[in-house]
């Protein structure tokens, strides 16, 4: 079946780095547009960045450009999301997304909060 696994996600400082990854299995990786949601406390899950399945990143969030790059590694069936210049309003939950004909696939999640 579809799995999606995210990882990376931790406690961080205001202006630091991370990555997040996100290893898919049990579907055909480069059939898949593949993207990275967020969803802080209270708020509703937002699109954070989209890459298609030519690598080629359609969407980031205006709140995001110019600090998060989104990739992806088809032979290692993984997904990246590089983070930047990080800041407090950044803290949620980061959920990867597989769109593959059609169909919506989730992971369960990884954590980022940027503190002091």
């Known amino acids: 079946q579809v799995q999606l696994v995210e990882s990376g996600g931790g406690l961080v400082q205001p202006g630091g780095s991370l990555r997040l990854s996100c290893a898919a299995s049990?579907?055909?990786?480069?059939?898949?547009?593949m993207s990275w949601y967020r969803q802080a406390p209270g708020q509703e899950r937002e699109l954070v960045a989209r890459i298609t399945y030519f690598s080629v990143p359609t969407n980031y969030a205006d709140s995001v450009k110019g600090r998060f790059t989104i990739s992806r590694d088809n032979g290692k069936s993984t997904v990246y999301l590089q983070m930047n210049s990080l800041k407090p309003e950044d803290t949620a939950v980061y959920y990867c997304?597989?769109?593959?004909?059609?169909?919506?696939?989730w992971g369960q999640g990884t954590r980022v909060t940027v503190s002091s």
């Open positions: 049990g579907f055909t990786f480069t059939n898949a547009g």
């Open positions: 997304n597989a769109l593959v004909y059609g169909t919506n696939y």
